[in-house]
């Protein structure tokens, strides 16, 4: 199928060799590329740009812009985007290149610095790395630590507000004074302006502290994070700490998946499907005030026969159920971290294959090429919150004070 509506070869020539350009060969190669672009687009949809159909499957929807290297120079790839579904040109451009070099260096550093195990090597020859310098391996991680420095201190003005935030920590080992310890990696997304996902941040730290929480999102902050409305994550005290003095006026939502399993600690194991049909209960309910009846109605249950599970109910009360001062849209988004699983498992696959960094620098170079990969991909494809539930999101009833109520009978709201 061709595209006569994106090129006109004899004119693209023609003002070419008009002009004259020094960049002639990198002009006619970009226009090429574009016009295949195009139509190998058309084949996708079914039909030509603007032309009626029977066999028409969805519409084109503006393009996306990509930078390709190549011999005559880097060229501007216009990528059509589609209302319904996604295009990507596979056989062009690789979507996962700087996260698979990111694993290459990361494997060569372990090589090189004499930690690697059998399998270890084992991997390095199955990834074709025989005999890297460590000249190679320093140009290979410096290409790639701009990269991922880019991303990591981006401004996050422009894309925002950022009405749900999700945050979250994975343990790693690491080599660090002759002994391997373990590292945590914090990472936070959140739902831009725009109602797609995007990863926030990424930082290392000894451990889990509420200090390290504060130093993270004083970091997301600083760059421009705003609009948060509410955050979901387990029930770290320090991360609510930092939470609350990073980011007043936003709701903390307990993860529920989390909260269930805090939740059978105090539970008789014989006991353990009955109340976790009983949390269920809570949560499949369609209102926010069925909810909260419903959460009545358990703790009703529980509080004579299993005392300590009523206890940790009540006292958890307000966490988990943060999500019902938001449109049930939106409800199986943020009432757990389970969105972020997925993203999880991904970086848990690349990094497994390591096993143990050499440094904190690698655990950065790696995830954060894979964090980088996944954002562009969620740029790229469908809305994760469509505009309209985002705006009824923004708006939520914010309880009044005494004085308020004495005074003023408005509902205050939060935009």
Not at 234 to 244: E, R, T, V
Not at 353 to 382: C, H, K, M, Y
């Amino acid at each position: 199928m061709t595209a006569p509506h994106i090129v006109d070869p004899a004119t693209v020539l023609g003002e070419a060799l008009s002009d004259a350009s020094p960049d002639l060969m990198r002009h006619l190669l970009q226009t090429m590329i574009n016009a295949l672009l195009s139509a190998d687009a058309d084949a996708v949809i079914g039909a030509e740009w603007g032309q009626p159909s029977p066999d028409r499957v969805t519409h084109r929807n503006g393009y996306r812009h990509r930078d390709l290297d190549t011999r005559a120079g880097t060229i501007d790839v216009a990528i059509p985007k589609l209302r319904q579904g996604t295009y990507f040109p596979e056989w062009l451009l690789e979507r996962r290149k700087r996260s698979e070099a990111a694993l290459i260096t990361v494997i060569a550093d372990c090589y090189l610095a004499g930690v690697s195990t059998r399998r270890m090597d084992k991997l390095v020859k199955t990834l074709g790395i025989h005999a890297l310098s460590k000249s190679q391996v320093s140009r290979m991680a410096a290409e790639l630590d701009e990269h991922v420095n880019q991303f990591r201190h981006r401004s996050l003005a422009e894309a925002g507000p950022f009405t749900f935030v999700a945050a979250d920590a994975l343990t790693m080992k690491v080599r660090e004074g002759g002994r391997v310890v373990n590292t945590v990696v914090l990472i936070a997304t959140g739902v831009n302006g725009d109602g797609r996902r995007e990863v926030l941040g990424l930082q290392t730290a000894t451990a889990e502290t509420g200090s390290a929480w504060n130093a993270f999102f004083a970091d997301l902050v600083s760059r421009g994070l705003t609009g948060v409305q509410l955050v979901t994550s387990d029930a770290h005290a320090g991360l609510k700490d930092a939470i609350a003095a990073n980011l007043p006026g936003a709701s903390w939502q307990r993860c529920r998946t989390h909260y269930a399993a805090n939740l059978m600690s105090v539970t008789p194991k014989s006991m353990w499907p009955a109340v976790k049909a009983m949390l269920h209960s809570v949560y499949d309910q369609p209102t926010a005030a069925d909810v909260h009846a419903q959460f009545d109605r358990a703790l009703d249950y529980v509080v004579e026969k299993l005392p300590a599970v009523a206890e940790h109910l009540d006292t958890a009360r307000a966490d988990i159920l943060a999500f019902t001062e938001f449109p049930k849209d939106v409800w199986s988004q943020i009432w757990s971290n389970n969105p972020n699983e997925r993203l999880n498992r991904e970086i848990r696959r690349r990094t497994d294959s390591v096993g143990i960094f050499p440094n904190r620098d690698a655990i950065i170079r790696l995830v954060g090429g894979v964090l980088a990969e996944q954002t562009d991909e969620w740029a790229e494809g469908r809305r994760y919150l469509g505009l309209e539930v985002l705006a009824r999101s923004r708006m939520r009833v914010l309880p009044a004070t005494e004085e308020e109520v004495a005074t003023d009978n408005f509902i205050a709201l939060s935009a």
